[in-house]
């Protein structure tokens, strides 16, 4: 167990051995990172025992909070037995097979195979060859490009971050060839004049015009997270979604969901696609595959895939050393088990995430920084802007939700900022009380914030 040191030591230790994810490293090493060192439910505590209540899940990951003795015994009991063997060497194991039982019976019936990873990035590294070698089975080898959309995020890895549409982030050497971007369904900032089913229905439509310009003989795949998470928790219009499914099968173009973040009952179904009514070829998974307690994620893949790859591929070179880990894998079975068997999908569905989406609207639909509120069970978005009539937003919006996100932090809550909005994404086993929690101390964020700005 690692023995207790002062919040300063841990600190300049940190800054001699550490470059954090997305974060001006020196402006960080200044001002020193928060120590965290427990978790219980959906708090936390650092090392100098302030307290914060988890708006976040992590990074949209511990579905179940903080604590769960049930996941850490899974562990436990499996390193213990076997700590580790692979999928390599025409092997298998027990924890895997169980899985994979456990999560084919949880997903709609027409996906049927699995290929494990670490991480969702690693499941969207994947996807690329995995789409690209089913088309070169069925002999188009020239149907190759993936099409995903900007400011959608897929990963941090060189491919991964090519799928996403984070331009900032091909600048620092993300990109590779053959992908392509159309815009994102952002119906606050793009409408125009349209409705929101006319928006919809427009933004899809880029997607037909970008494969008719490339030619349907060459895109390979399209990819979106069915909500945007990174991007900003940004929902489509319900024409959206039907209207994507459309034109992928009429351009026998594979229609690939990245489900990181919505999967595993954050939207009241056991998976986001599901909640927007669409059937995607193949999903991205991970994060609350384990809720987070161990490294894992997925690619899921529809019959029709599989049956091409297994009976027509032969060989497919691919494979990780940690693929279907079965310490993750038993991690995985419990978390999975717990979601299912405690009610905790349709909880969300039917109590908790209702009362959190209808407490967001009470108490932020007519706050003056508040221009739009968007979000269904357990997730949630407030959209700040300058004039809510007609979605003006702030020129400098990034600045304001970074400092509303700061202020939450001082008021002991954990929200996130993107763009211009704040997002959250609370633990799915969250109570009333601990929703009120959250709703109280981001009010208080969120009202500071519009002081400081005059706008309140």
């Known amino acids: ?29 200044d001002e020193g990172p928060r120590v965290m060192v427990r978790g219980e439910r959906l708090h936390l505590w650092d090392n100098d025992g302030r307290r914060y209540l988890d708006g976040m899940s992590g990074l949209w990951c511990t579905n179940l909070g903080y604590g769960r003795k049930d ?17 390599f060497f025409h092997t298998t194991h027990p924890q895997v097979i169980e899985l994979s039982e456990l999560l084919f019976s949880l997903l709609p019936g027409h996906y049927s195979h699995a290929i494990y990873t670490n991480s969702g990035s690693e499941a969207n590294e994947v996807l690329i060859r995995t789409v690209r070698r089913y088309w070169q089975v069925l002999g188009k080898p020239e149907k190759k490009i993936m099409i ?11 491919a991964a971050t090519a799928l996403g549409g984070m331009k900032f982030m091909h600048e620092m050497g993300g990109m590779i060839p ?12 793009h409408e125009g004049n349209l409705t929101p089913a006319e928006f919809g229905l427009r933004a899809a439509q880029q997607l037909e015009a970008k494969i008719l310009e490339l030619g349907a003989d060459k895109v390979a795949g399209f990819i979106a997270e069915p909500f945007q998470g990174a991007g900003g928790m ?20 594979l229609l690939c969901a990245d489900e990181v973040i919505g999967g595993f009952g954050r939207t009241g179904e056991w998976f986001a696609h599901e909640y927007f009514g669409f059937e995607p070829d193949t999903l991205s998974i991970a994060k609350g595959l384990t809720s987070g307690y161990i490294p894992m994620g997925g690619l899921i893949l529809s019959k029709k895939m599989a049956s091409v790859l297994v009976e027509q591929g032969g060989v497919f070179a691919h494979g990780l050393t940690y693929s279907g880990h079965p310490v993750a894998a038993a991690v995985a079975i419990a978390n ?15 109590d908790i995430g209702p009362y959190l989406q209808q407490c967001l ?6 706050h003056p920084l508040v221009g739009d509120i968007q979000g269904t069970g357990m997730v949630a978005a407030l959209q700040l802007a300058e004039d809510k009539a007609s979605r003006k937003r702030f020129a400098n919006e990034n600045d304001i939700a970074w400092r509303c996100r700061t202020i939450g932090f001082e008021e002991g809550v954990i929200i996130r900022s993107t763009l211009g909005r704040m997002i959250m994404a609370p633990a799915l086993i969250a109570s009333r009380e601990e929703i009120d929690e959250l709703i109280s101390k981001t009010l208080k964020a969120v009202d500071r914030t519009a002081q400081e700005y005059g706008r309140l």
């Open 1 to 29: 167990m690692t023995t207790p040191r002062e919040t300063r030591d841990y600190q300049a230790a940190d800054a001699a051995h550490h470059i954090h994810a997305f974060v001006d490293q020196k402006a960080l090493n």
């Open 71 to 87: 996941l850490a015994a899974a562990a436990s009991q499996q390193l213990e037995q076997l700590p580790y063997y692979n999928m």
């Open 148 to 158: 995903g959309r900007w400011n959608g995020y897929h990963g941090s890895t060189l």
């Open 178 to 189: 053959d992908i392509e971007h159309i815009d994102e369904p952002y119906f606050f900032a």
């Open 234 to 253: 940004i929902f489509p219009p319900e024409s959206y979604w039907p209207e994507i499914q459309r034109i992928c099968r009429k351009y026998d173009v």
């Open 336 to 350: 999975l088990k717990a979601l299912r068997d405690e009610g905790v999908v349709t909880r969300v569905k039917d």
């Open 361 to 366: 609207r009470e108490v932020f639909g007519k």
